[in-house]
Every structure is written in C-alpha cells, then in structure tokens.
C-alpha cells in the first residue's frame, strides 16, 4: 500500500448520516494534510447548521427502535462491530498515522484499543441492572430502572481520533442512545471510518451519525436542539467551559474531558531505572500530544541529578520521523501552532534559568517534528508550569519534602492525572490520597484502560469514560411506585 494514500475502503470522505454518505450542502470541503508532509491527502464536508440538524433528526427518528432491543440485540451488534474493527485495524492504523503522525504501532494499538472499549460496553449493556427498594408501605412494590437519555451529541479531538470517539459511542449505544459525532476537522477520516465499521456492523441507519465541518455551527446546534439529551466532548478547557454553558442553559446532561497539568513526582526511595521508563511512556508518548502526558516533573533533590541523567539518557534513545518508517517512536507534531508552542515553552524556561540537557529545537526530520527535549532546574514562574504544553518538552522541579511533593502538584486549576514513583507503600497510599486529580499512576505509566474510569476533577472536566461508570452519564434513572398489590 502506497503509505501517502488512504487505503480504499475508507475513501467515503462525505457525512455518514441516516445510513448513507452525504456531502455537505453547497459541496463545500475541507482540505486535510498529512502532519508529517505537509500535503494534502483528501477533503471532508464543510458541514454546518442544515447538516447538523438533518444528522439529529435522523438519530432522533432511530432511537425508538434502536432504545427497545434487548440488552442481547444490542450486544450482539456491538460485538459484531469489534470483528470488524479488529479484521480491518491494519488499514485503519495506516489512516489514523497518514492524518494524525503517530508511529504505526502506536496508531494500531489505538485502534485495538478502540475495539477493547466496544467490546467491554458490549458485555457492560446486559448488566445495566436496577433495585427494588424497601417499601414502607405494604401494599406496593419501590422500582427503580435505568434507560437510555435519548440522543447523544459527541464532539471529538484529533490526537486521539478513533478511540475517543470508541469511549462515547460504545457507551452510547450500550445504554441504547442513538449519537451524533463531529470529528475534528485536523483528523476526520478516523473518525468517518466508524460510518463504514457501523454498516458492516448491520447497526440501523440513523442510530450512528458522523458529521465534518464549522465546529461553532455544528456545536450551536447540537447543544440548542430539543431532541439532543446530552453532550459530551474531549478537548481544551476553554471550549468545554462553552459547551457545558450552552448546554447547562438548555438543561441537557454534559460530560467534559478536558485540558490537564499532570505532575509526575519521583520520591527519593524510587525505583530510578523503572521511573525513567514510566516517564517516558507517560511524556513522549504521541510526541507528547496526550491529555494524560506528564507536564511537570517534580524530583526529590536526594536523586535529582540521578534521574536527570537517567531520563536524559532514556530521551537521547528515541527516534524522531514519519510514522510509517521503521524503528520510528516520535511522529510530528499535529500544526505549526503546536511546534510554535512548544518553543515559546523552552524559551520561556530557559530566560527563567532552566538547564536544556537534551533537544530543544525543531528536529531535522521535516517541518512540523520536534527533538524531545529535557529542561533541568525549573521553577514555578515559568509557563510551562502552569499551561499545559502538548508536545515533547519534559521539565525538571527540584523539591524536598513530601508535603512539598503534594503542594507542588496540586498547584494547578487542572486535575486529570498524577503519576508517583516510590517504593514506600505508606508514601504510595498518602500521596495518591492527597493528590487532587481523578486518576493517580503508582510506579506506572502508562494508566488508560478500558476497565478503569478515565477523567477528572477541576478544570480537567465532568463525568467518567469506560468501565462501569462510564455508562451512567447515558443513562436516566426512573423510580416507580408500584401500588394496590
């Protein structure tokens, strides 16, 4: 396969809605460039209000049906669409590296990934159990049900194109909601690629929509429009704060995974070698383009130079390119805005009297690739302390106490992930206790499963992802008092 083509099954490039694939009205387009080339590979609808309704109206029509499958039905679709995920995930890693940069091992782990969440929300559908309560009174029975919320509105972001969206429509229809999805407009064949998955699934027309286009035009609708039960979105703070708004004032249910801060604290009884390699997994990972990436990285001052030398070291090792070349680990960065960033944050750190051990400026490898860079001595006037970078920078802050380790990470609006390295069992369960995010790694880094809930606290959002409790933001919850018995 020509690695500059998207392979052929996934060459809709139009709306998936109600079934069929649809262009935008006008035939307006959008052009999408590969990362780490800088051309362009295909166009996406330029979709926008009439689009996003049409998409609506037509869940709106399919959830009835979609709503009164039994829990087996609905599993057995869903089951049905984790074969085809799993049969075609090398040609959908393929495209999830030529429009997103990723090396293509990690990009085929995302998908397999995506296909885990499906299959977890196919057997988590027959087990969306309710109560009988107590009755006070003797002559009724107390019920308590949970039932789908009705249409589902999901936007989704571009480092993660195809299991963000795996985490919301799997839960969706699970919980029997029919959905709506807008994929980002920098990475949106991953995501049209579910149209195609959901067909072959023999999921009905209408009960999974995707749509490409204006996000304020499409957003507007989706969080004004009756039918729309709930809203949920994976992206930057400042945007889920105007989504949960718009939403709230309608008083639809939202869910919001948004920005991070995530400290990374390495306690002087740490295992050294274990913690650089978790910090490479928890920093470098999608070039450092995740909302769980570590962006501080606070190290007891007893083994500071220690693991400085060690993660320095671990960073020399990693290899900068396109993701489709063998041995690669670091892809391009998504746009100029991002490469841009990052060297505003070395910058600013250096003026501030940071240390650049390793890297510190744009790769040779092509214009949009970054050197992984470590910074030593930093201090908490620098940006990169307080915003959130998204890319391959790893700052070093000296501390001395544990009290100091817990005041430091959670000096923050944000609070998404934590990561801890010790080998002290009381340090582990006083740290992770104390630390103000929703989701703590002990002597781990790598944490995202699809049998965990992922998401925060803060500013890093509402509500959960996978597991068990990622069903209960698409489900409403009925009491009945049943009587004269």
Known sequence: MNTAEIPQQFRHLQNYINGTWQAAKGGACLAVTNPATGLEIGTTPLSGADETRIAIEAAARAFPSWAALSAQERAGKLHALVREIEQNADDLAHLLTLEQGKPLAEARG???????????????????????????????????????????????????????????????????????????????????????????????????????????????????????????????????????????????????????????????????????????????????????????FYVQRGVYEAFAEKLAHQIRNLKVGSGFEPEVTQGPLINTAAMEKVAAHIEDACAKGGRVLVGGKPSKAGAQFFEPTLIADGTREMMVARDETFGPLAVLFPFDTDEDAISLANDTEYGLAAYVYTQGLSRAVRLSEALEYGMVGVNAGIITTEVAPFGGVKASGVGREGSRYGLDDYLDLKYVSLGGL
């Open 110 to 296: 995302e998908i397999l990934g995506g296909a885990a969440y499906i299959r977890w929300f196919a057997e988590e559908t027959r087990r969306i159990y309710g109560d009988i309560i107590p009755s006070p009174w003797t002559d009724r029975r107390l019920l308590v049900t949970r039932g789908p919320v009705g249409v589902v509105a999901a936007i989704t972001p571009w480092n993660f194109p195809f299991s963000m969206i795996a985490r919301k429509l799997g839960a969706a229809l699970a919980a029997g909601c029919t959905i709506v999805i807008k994929p980002s407009e920098l990475t949106p064949f991953s995501g049209l690629a579910w149209g195609e998955l959901c067909a072959r699934a023999g999921i009905p027309a209408g009960v999974v929509n995707l749509l490409t286009g204006d996000a304020a035009a499409i957003g507007a609708v989706m969080t004004s429009h009756p039918a729309v039960r709930k809203i949920t979105f994976t992206g930057s703070t400042r945007v889920g704060k105007l989504l949960a708004g718009a939403a709230g004032r309608e008083m639809k249910r939202f869910s919001m995974e948004l920005g991070g801060n995530a400290p990374f604290i390495v306690m002087d009884d740490a295992d050294l070698d274990a913690a650089a390699a978790g910090a490479i997994a928890a920093k470098f990972r999608n070039a450092g383009q995740t909302c769980v990436c570590v962006n501080r």
